[in-house]
């Protein structure tokens, strides 16, 4: 059973700004990135869900004043990976990066997801976009620790779809393209719903949905989970300057036990929230 949110696996919270060496990149999708980095001083200091922040480094006479937030793809007592997406000068910048060039991170950041609440609760995971690949870990420590985990990607295209190998590894049944080129023709939303349609989906009770990726994405998700009761998380992604609650720069509506809305800070009292508490 892997830790509860905002826990590491030493059992506490403590931030590191540590060095990290670049191991390898490569590509793996249409516009996406894999990065491995090495990163002894973080071993073990990783929840699923959580995420880091990197400071990329600049060519002379340039720089990158603020951090970078990705969640790890995978990890291992060494280091981990990343996958990302280039949308700008800092991601450009990165996919640049080589074997033996040096970076910072501080880590780990936020709350994880929280694990069902029985070992026998079935999982199934929803991921799309950037966030698909963040969902790996999960998949993978639910699955060591007894869960079903029925997993569904979404893209695009076929081209689009990152990890081939490592999404049916972790559990990924089914996948879903906008264009029909994999899968079934239609967004992960679509599936999901053909999923929970199926004897399959409540065989061994009710899942949990868990869900990372575009807003419009998981606020369809959580829309399917308060139609069918369902208890589900969501990983949410929002611009961050500091990753630490600093700058109020990525505040999200919340709805608190108390029936008020009250604005949340992602990057510190997520990423992960319950959908049914978050204002969509």
Known sequence: MFPEPFLTRSGHTATRD?????????????GQWQMRVEAPSLAGAFTPGQFFMLQIPGRPGEGFFLRRPFAPSSYNSDG??????????G??????????????VLAPLGRGYAPPP?????????????????????????RSAGHIVYGIAGAARSGA????????????????????????????VDALRVYLDTPQALASGPPV?????PSGMLRAVAAIARERQLMGQASLE?????????????????????????????????PVFSMGDVVW
């Open 118 to 142: 029985a070992p026998e609760t079935p999982a199934v995971l929803v991921g799309g976009g950037c966030g698909l690949p963040s969902m790996l870990p999960l998949a993978l420590e639910l």
């Open 80 to 89: 981990f990976s990343f996958v990302y997406a280039i949308r700008g000068e």
């Open 209 to 213: 949905l868990y869900a990372c990726g």
């Open 238 to 270: 929002e611009r961050m300057a500091c990753g630490t609650g600093a700058c109020l720069g990525c505040a999200v509506a919340v709805r608190e036990p108390d029936g008020q809305e009250r604005y949340r800070r992602v990057c510190r009292d997520g």
């Open 161 to 188: 779809l990152p990890c081939h190998g490592d999404l049916t590894a972790a559990g990924f049944r089914k996948v879903a393209t906008d264009d029909g080129s994999e899968g079934i023709r239609g967004t992960a």
């Open 18 to 30: 540590a060095a990290a060496r670049v191991i390898d990149q490569k590509p793996v999708a249409e």
């Open 91 to 104: 991601t450009l910048r990165m996919a640049s990066l080589r074997a033996g060039d040096e970076l910072r």
